[in-house]
């Protein structure tokens, strides 16, 4: 592994950790040239299932574009990146459990919505109303009070 600052081509390897998943093995490394610590990620290169979009358009899967759309609606949260990395691990498990070659955008959008509903409801809202398209706001009303209390939608809304 290549030094990121100093560009030397040999580092140490200080620790070594795996999650409790156990998809990605963390390690700790140290460059002897220049001391400086970083971390990095190891993962297996798995086979993703292409997206297919609501026109029909297949594209490949994109790991950085699902964390970037998670780390946007989780924004100025107090979300953990490594919780945001661990919400992509679990839907991209989630993704290759189908077994399926292709997955469609909304079936994505669908796991991406119920991975934010456990990290955080205003990350959830925030994505759902622009997932859904939300422009009526008494559709954003509904859809808070649907995220606030899932079971009861007849919450009333406070003046």
Same mark, same amino acid.
């Given at each position: 592994m290549? !030094?990121?600052? !100093?560009?030397?081509? #040999?580092?140490?390897?200080i620790d070594s950790r795996a999650p409790e998943e156990g998809s990605v093995i963390r390690r700790r490394r140290r460059c002897?040239? !220049?001391?400086?610590r970083f971390t990095t990620f190891e993962r297996a290169q798995?086979?993703?299932?292409?997206?297919?979009? +609501? @026109?029909?358009? +297949?594209? $490949?899967? #994109? +790991?950085?574009?699902?964390?970037a759309s998670m780390a946007l609606a989780l924004r100025k949260r107090?979300?953990?990146? $490594?919780?945001? $990395?661990?919400?992509v691990d679990s839907i991209e498990q989630a993704m290759i459990l189908t077994g399926e070659r292709e997955i469609r955008s909304s +079936?994505? @959008?669908?796991?991406?919505? #119920?991975a934010l509903e456990k990290l955080d409801t205003i990350a959830y809202i925030r994505f759902a109303?622009?997932?859904?398209?939300?422009n009526d706001p008494q559709a954003f009303i509904s859809m808070i009070r649907k995220a606030v209390d899932p079971?009861? $939608?007849t919450l009333e809304v406070p003046k």
């Open positions: 290549r !030094c990121p600052f !100093c560009q030397n081509k #040999d580092t140490q390897v002897p040239a !220049c001391g400086k798995l086979m993703m299932p292409v997206i297919v979009k +609501r @026109g029909g358009v +297949r594209v $490949e899967y #994109d +790991r950085q574009k699902l964390y107090h979300v953990s990146s $490594e919780k945001i $990395e661990d919400a +079936r994505l @959008g669908d796991l991406v919505l #119920d109303s622009v997932y859904f398209n939300i079971e009861n $939608e």
